[in-house]
């Protein structure tokens, strides 16, 4: 059996479970409470930290990067970097422009101060943190807005996994409420495709402990 | 011609020299000083940063990620992932390792404090930062001097990305003087090897304005 540490809202492990319920690969979803730093848990990846994807063959991987890489040479069934060097060049720009930039710029700001600090005990959030997350967020999804125009998908014709960053990223900030899908209706399209694809429904029943979801965050017509 | 965007001491822009001299791809080296947000470049990279890769049919390419994948499908002659699905996990798994944890823990705590802030005139340097990141080193060390005795190069039996990413960013720290080889004979060791390796010199032979490097740094018996 595959099995998945993730924790909650964590954006990169969703991007995981997109990729792999769209491979239709089917896995164990366990939560890890990182900030335990249970011992168990750093023997199998030292820097502590999730997703951590344990393959049915015993095979231990850690990192976006290494498990959609790897994921794609062992099962290219279902593609989802895309069929040619340059489109996969193009989906990976945005895999690490989403996971990365937006990450770093938004989803740290919003979920990183509103939702970790409370969960890991660490203090306050940050209001400047929080307001600048609620600022960079409209610059990303003018730019979702903006791809979503002139392309099919993300990265080209094909839904692939710079889709599945991007709405990764977007969704555990809108659990937070903090998409202003209003100011971006063709962002919020594009979101409402993803929202109604058989893999993104497991994301949409997520239940966070203490923290209940806005009506909006489960409703596909939002 | 190829065209390499870079900065002095950019540890990213390094892994992305060593990379084209291990693969022996020739490319033409310039300077790009990021912060000044020049229109032409931000044109070619709207995150504005380097490495900016520009292959000779035109190709823009930015990130390690993607220009370490798309150079390995364009030009596998020299492979620097490894052979297998597997080799290649564990590879790119050290190359996140050094390139973000390390880049994280150690080079951002040196290089950025004490050098990036200088030359884009954004404040003092933070001692707390500095001494952060010369007490991480020590750990790094240790993981790389624990690779090292245990495999031929630090992902496995073939010289890799692995190597590459881990000499890069040592090198940055070393350029500036930070780095504790005495206490780390193994690490020194394997560092000696990486440093005679004709894909490293021109590296040893940079000159960043303003900062001569201490001797050892060129002295390939350090």
New interface residues.
């Given amino acids: 059996m595959r099995t998945l540490y993730h924790i909650w809202l964590s954006a990169q492990s969703r991007i995981v479970r997109l990729l792999l319920a769209e491979k239709d690969l089917h896995c164990d979803i366990k939560v890890e409470r990182v900030w335990e730093r249970r011992e168990e848990f750093l023997a199998l990846n030292p ?1 502590g930290e999730v997703p951590l994807l344990i393959e049915p063959d015993g ?1 231990t ?3 976006v ?2 498990i959609v ?2 994921m794609e ?2 099962h290219p069934e279902v593609p989802l970097l895309g069929d040619t ?2 489109a ?2 193009e989906t ?2 945005l ?3 989403f996971d990365q ?1 937006f990450g770093r710029e938004v989803t740290e700001n919003l979920v990183g101060e509103k939702f970790m600090k409370r969960v890991t005990r660490s203090g306050q959030p940050s209001s400047d943190a929080i307001r600048a997350g609620r600022q960079n967020v409209h610059y990303h999804l003018d730019y979702i807005s903006y791809l979503a125009e002139s392309r099919r998908w993300l990265a080209g014709d094909e839904f692939s996994l710079a889709d599945i960053a991007a709405a990764a990223h977007l969704s555990v900030v809108d659990y937070l409420g903090d998409v202003p899908w209003d100011s971006h209706p063709e962002a919020r399209q594009w979101y409402s495709r993803i929202k109604s694809r058989p893999s993104f429904r497991p994301l949409l029943e997520d239940h966070v402990p203490g923290i209940p979801a806005p009506a909006h965050y489960r409703d596909l017509d939002f």
């Fill in positions: 820097t095979t991987l850690t990192d990067w290494v890489e790897y040479e062992m060097t340059l996969r060049a990976r720009r895999l690490v422009w930039k």
